[in-house]
């Protein structure tokens, strides 16, 4: 029976015995026969007096496309098509080019990838890092100090507002006081800045301050019949569908009417009890202290927060010409529906101006230069998702480049906006000096652009470990997670049904004592840390002194002695068997490899150079003041010389073009000839010095190198090698399939054999 199709035969007899009979291998193998490997090879045939040229002789089908090329096309467009095929080559990954088959192509396609990638990587985290700066952390330090924990003579700091009286007497006297600073510590004034607060004296007050509230309706909950005689209102939580838009009060200002979020630009806010809306009642505070004492003081007096307020923001902002910093600051005092105030505060500093300094000029560079590699990858992506279709996206390190791609151009975009943007808001401030600077938009998308980017060179260093898989040490890691990945799976299931059941248990027995599991959120965090060994054992004992104590004694034992281990026995077994296949498996070609082969082919090369120098300066030394050029010829090809050698070198020092070197012409030929071998023996002492010991075949002859260059001429095509190759393992696979028959029938038999035996057996009994 055949186990080749019709079509398979019919291209085996095209190709004739070609494809079976290799004439390198006809005969019994010599003696003096020499296994070497030759990666990428090079001709070793080179001109001595040139730089290293690749004029070694192609294989067939390398001979047929470049022939192809030549023979049919004009100049012009054989000029685009190599420029083409070379800027082709600056995409080429280990997902475009065949490297399925030739491990060696598949490291340096990675290692290429790898040194382009540290590049690309630098270059994201110099940017990162120049968005940043070690003053910030102090900057934010000095204003939270300044506004949240300073009081003037003892009385109300922020952070220990816990009422409305208290939130007053923090408005009318510290907060005013750090808003405005008029006099040095002196007592001098500071009249040669205007009416310009500098904050520490340092830090410019940007516009005006703005105090904005929202309220609730009243009514907007039902107070129970049998106090209705006694509650006259009632205020619910905070929820925008019940917030109130009308007028109140003096109603002549903008503290009085409601303005909704589009009228004021603004946006949500989430607090620590709600999230809020961008609109409400507000009022912007005066250029001076006087103005704006005054202007607080109407306020009180005509009791602007009431029963109906939930919350308060206090916002403005500074910058900080010495470190080019903006620092927008959000005061929060919230009023619950239970009474009382709880106070917060949102501090953002950002740098909003980029190009200052000489620094910020380099960094221009830098996004130039990410622009590029941006666009690098994106055609690299597409070429890689045009060759592999919907099959790209099952590799998670495809999945992210695209997100590392994604997030990059986003950043480029956002960068963009945010410098037309600050450009927009520093001139309309500069119109309009006396008018509330809100950068808090700005502010806040500028964190997200930070958040966004440190998630970016977080991915982008994890991606580090795409190019670093051609190691086995490296790809433990990777190996262990895959297999072991549907254990956890399974096993987290039973997990976080035991977890999230102790999470109920404790926020239903101390969530109305501990604040650590007032919410649902709060009970899984606090049990994570718990898991860490950071737990407050006493609030959970004070709480429930009977259910509390057996709450975190079992919780301990089930989930950390028992749940926790098996985790971390299911990733120990299964890296104990990845490692254990690592280390039977054959040693493939590494990086080492690599370059100890380039190290060989160097200093093979370099001695060769040396051979052909001392064979041309035998031939100069005939004694005779004139050295025709037959004579030079003859001489080397006696020494195994190929003619365009013979000819490059003699006209080289021909400069009369005579053919024939006098006795000048000869000595300058021995001069450079003499120059040359000394700067060669000096490359293979330091490259041997570099790599200690480790050389090639010392003893390899210069006929020897010739004879394994021209062996290149016994190769078979590549056509051919497909075909050969294919009949090789359809034969494996016919050989794989006829044993496991054998296998089967060795089986029945065996199965025969011993209910014969049985049979036996049991005819033998009595």
């Given at each position: 029976e055949s186990y080749f199709r019709a079509s398979e035969e019919h291209e085996l007899e095209a190709v004739g015995k070609k494809a079976w009979d290799n004439p390198v291998y006809n005969g019994s193998p010599s003696t003096s026969l020499k296994i070497q490997a030759i990666y990428n090879p090079k001709s070793i045939l080179e001109n001595p007096y040139e730089n290293f040229e690749e004029v070694g002789d192609p294989l067939p089908y390398q001979e047929k496309q470049s022939k192809a090329v030549d023979g049919k096309t004009s100049p012009f467009l054989k000029c685009c098509f190599y420029i083409f095929r070379g800027i082709r080559g600056l995409w080429g990954t280990t997902l475009t080019e065949n490297t399925a088959e030739n491990r060696e192509l598949y490291v340096k396609t990675t290692l290429r990838e790898l040194l382009v990638y540290i590049v690309f990587?630098?270059?994201?985290?110099?940017?990162?890092?120049?968005?940043?700066?070690?003053?910030?952390?102090?900057?934010?330090?000095?204003?939270?100090?300044?506004?949240?924990?300073?009081?003037?003579?003892?009385?109300?700091?922020?952070?220990?507002?816990?009422?409305?009286?208290?939130?007053?007497?923090?408005?009318?006297?510290?907060?005013?006081?750090?808003?405005?600073?008029?006099?040095?510590?002196?007592?001098?004034?500071?009249?040669?800045?205007?009416?310009?607060?500098?904050?520490?004296?340092?830090?410019?007050?940007?516009?005006?301050?703005?105090?904005?509230?929202?309220?609730?309706?009243?009514?907007?909950?039902?107070?129970?019949?049998?106090?209705?005689?006694?509650?006259s209102g009632c205020y619910d939580v905070y929820s925008e569908d019940k917030e109130e838009r009308v007028s109140f009060g003096l109603i002549n200002g903008t503290a009085w009417r409601y303005h909704s979020e589009e009228e004021l630009s603004g946006s949500s806010h989430w607090g620590r009890l709600t999230t809020y809306s961008g609109?409400?009642?507000?009022?912007?505070?005066?250029?001076?202290?006087?103005?704006?004492?005054?202007?607080?003081?109407?306020?009180?007096?005509?009791l602007w927060l009431d029963r109906g307020t939930r919350v308060v923001f206090i916002d403005f902002s500074v910058y900080n010409a010495n470190i080019n910093l903006f620092c927008i600051l959000r005061l929060v005092v919230e009023f619950p529906a239970t009474g009382g105030a709880i106070p917060s505060w949102?501090?953002?500093?950002?740098?909003?101006?980029?190009?200052?300094?000489?620094?910020?000029?380099?960094?221009?560079?830098?996004?130039?230069?990410?622009?590029v590699f941006i666009f690098y990858y994106v055609v690299e992506e597409i070429l890689e998702l045009r060759i592999h279709k919907l099959q790209y996206f099952t590799s998670i390190w495809n999945i992210l480049d695209v997100v590392v791609i994604l997030l990059s151009i986003v950043a480029i975009g956002f960068h963009i906006f945010r410098t037309i943007e600050v450009n927009r808001l520093l001139g309309e401030l500069l119109r309009h000096p006396n008018t509330y600077a809100d950068f808090e938009f700005?502010?806040?998308?500028?964190?997200?652009?930070?958040?966004?980017?440190?998630?970016?060179?977080?991915?982008?260093?994890?991606?580090?470990?795409?190019?670093?898989?051609f190691n086995k040490t490296m790809t433990q890691l990777s190996s262990t997670l895959a297999r072991c990945a549907k254990d956890i799976l399974g096993f987290a299931i039973m997990f976080?049904?035991?977890?999230?059941?102790?999470?109920?248990?404790?926020?239903?027995?101390?969530?109305?004592?501990?604040?650590?599991?007032?919410?649902?959120?709060?009970?899984?965090?606090?049990?994570?840390?718990?898991?860490?060994?950071?737990?407050?054992?006493?609030?959970?004992?004070?709480?429930?002194?009977?259910?509390?104590?057996?709450?975190?004694?079992?919780?301990?034992?089930?989930?950390?002695?028992?749940?926790?281990?098996?985790?971390?026995?299911?990733i120990n077994d299964t890296y104990s068997e990845v490692k254990e296949e690592l280390s039977s498996q054959k040693d493939e070609l590494q990086?080492?490899?690599?370059?100890?082969?380039?190290?060989?082919?160097?200093?093979?090369?370099?001695?060769?150079?040396?051979?052909?120098?001392?064979?041309?300066?035998?031939?100069?030394?005939?004694?005779?003041?004139?050295?025709?050029?037959?004579?030079?010829?003859?001489?080397?090809?006696?020494?195994?010389?190929?003619?365009?050698?013979?000819?490059?070198?003699?006209?080289?020092?021909?400069?009369?073009?005579?053919?024939?070197?006098?006795?000048?012409?000869?000595?300058?030929?021995?001069?450079?000839?003499?120059?040359?071998?000394?700067?060669?023996?000096?490359?293979?002492?330091?490259?041997?010095?570099?790599?200690?010991?480790?050389?090639?075949?010392?003893?390899?002859?210069?006929?020897?190198?010739?004879?394994n260059h021209a062996n290149k001429a016994?190769?078979?095509?590549?056509?051919?090698?497909?075909?050969?190759?294919?009949?090789?393992?359809?034969?494996?696979?016919?050989?794989?399939?006829?044993?496991?028959?054998?296998?089967?029938?060795?089986?029945?038999?065996?199965?025969?054999?011993?209910?014969?035996?049985?049979?036996?057996?049991?005819?033998?009994?009595?």
């Amino acid at each position: 029976e055949s186990y080749f199709r019709a079509s398979e035969e019919h291209e085996l007899e095209a190709v004739g015995k070609k494809a079976w009979d290799n004439p390198v291998y006809n005969g019994s193998p010599s003696t003096s026969l020499k296994i070497q490997a030759i990666y990428n090879p090079k001709s070793i045939l080179e001109n001595p007096y040139e730089n290293f040229e690749e004029v070694g002789d192609p294989l067939p089908y390398q001979e047929k496309q470049s022939k192809a090329v030549d023979g049919k096309t004009s100049p012009f467009l054989k000029c685009c098509f190599y420029i083409f095929r070379g800027i082709r080559g600056l995409w080429g990954t280990t997902l475009t080019e065949n490297t399925a088959e030739n491990r060696e192509l598949y490291v340096k396609t990675t290692l290429r990838e790898l040194l382009v990638y540290i590049v690309f990587l630098v270059d994201i985290c110099l940017l990162t890092y120049g968005m940043t700066s070690s003053n910030a952390y102090y900057y934010t330090k000095v204003m939270s100090e300044l506004f949240l924990q300073t009081s003037t003579d003892g009385r109300v700091s922020f952070q220990s507002i816990g009422s409305m009286a208290d939130f007053w007497v923090y408005a009318q006297g510290p907060l005013l006081d750090n808003l405005y600073w008029t006099k040095w510590y002196n007592n001098e004034s500071l009249a040669a800045h205007g009416t310009q607060s500098y904050i520490y004296y340092e830090n410019l007050l940007l516009g005006v301050p703005r105090m904005r509230q929202l309220k609730v309706k009243n009514n907007s909950c039902v107070v129970h019949d049998d106090f209705k005689e006694e509650i006259s209102g009632c205020y619910d939580v905070y929820s925008e569908d019940k917030e109130e838009r009308v007028s109140f009060g003096l109603i002549n200002g903008t503290a009085w009417r409601y303005h909704s979020e589009e009228e004021l630009s603004g946006s949500s806010h989430w607090g620590r009890l709600t999230t809020y809306s961008g609109g409400g009642y507000y009022i912007d505070l005066k250029l001076t202290r006087e103005e704006s004492a005054e202007a607080l003081k109407v306020l009180k007096e005509k009791l602007w927060l009431d029963r109906g307020t939930r919350v308060v923001f206090i916002d403005f902002s500074v910058y900080n010409a010495n470190i080019n910093l903006f620092c927008i600051l959000r005061l929060v005092v919230e009023f619950p529906a239970t009474g009382g105030a709880i106070p917060s505060w949102q501090i953002r500093t950002v740098k909003l101006i980029r190009y200052v300094s000489a620094w910020d000029f380099f960094i221009v560079a830098c996004e130039i230069v990410f622009c590029v590699f941006i666009f690098y990858y994106v055609v690299e992506e597409i070429l890689e998702l045009r060759i592999h279709k919907l099959q790209y996206f099952t590799s998670i390190w495809n999945i992210l480049d695209v997100v590392v791609i994604l997030l990059s151009i986003v950043a480029i975009g956002f960068h963009i906006f945010r410098t037309i943007e600050v450009n927009r808001l520093l001139g309309e401030l500069l119109r309009h000096p006396n008018t509330y600077a809100d950068f808090e938009f700005l502010a806040f998308w500028q964190t997200q652009y930070n958040n966004m980017n440190a998630v970016n060179l977080f991915f982008a260093w994890i991606k580090i470990f795409k190019y670093i898989s051609f190691n086995k040490t490296m790809t433990q890691l990777s190996s262990t997670l895959a297999r072991c990945a549907k254990d956890i799976l399974g096993f987290a299931i039973m997990f976080f049904i035991v977890f999230f059941a102790y999470a109920q248990l404790g926020y239903l027995l101390f969530g109305t004592q501990v604040e650590n599991f007032s919410t649902f959120v709060k009970c899984i965090f606090t049990q994570f840390r718990i898991i860490l060994g950071d737990f407050d054992y006493n609030s959970i004992d004070n709480a429930n002194r009977v259910l509390g104590p057996i709450y975190f004694v079992t919780y301990v034992f089930f989930v950390f002695f028992v749940l926790l281990n098996m985790f971390l026995a299911i990733i120990n077994d299964t890296y104990s068997e990845v490692k254990e296949e690592l280390s039977s498996q054959k040693d493939e070609l590494q990086l080492s490899d690599i370059l100890k082969q380039s190290y060989n082919r160097t200093l093979m090369r370099l001695k060769l150079k040396k051979e052909r120098i001392s064979d041309v300066q035998k031939a100069l030394q005939n004694g005779t003041k004139e050295l025709d050029f037959e004579d030079f010829k003859n001489s080397l090809k006696e020494l195994g010389h190929a003619d365009h050698e013979i000819t490059a070198a003699f006209s080289r020092f021909d400069k009369d073009g005579n053919h024939i070197l006098d006795e000048e012409e000869q000595q300058q030929m021995k001069h450079d000839l003499e120059a040359k071998r000394v700067a060669l023996n000096t490359e293979i002492e330091n490259l041997g010095k570099s790599y200690g010991d480790n050389n090639p075949d010392e003893n390899l002859t210069y006929v020897e190198a010739r004879n394994n260059h021209a062996n290149k001429a016994s190769w078979v095509s590549k056509e051919e090698f497909q075909v050969l190759l294919q009949r090789v393992l359809q034969l494996e696979q016919s050989i794989n399939s006829i044993g496991s028959k054998i296998d089967a029938v060795v089986s029945k038999l065996d199965v025969l054999e011993r209910n014969k035996l049985k049979r036996k057996d049991l005819l033998g009994k009595p």
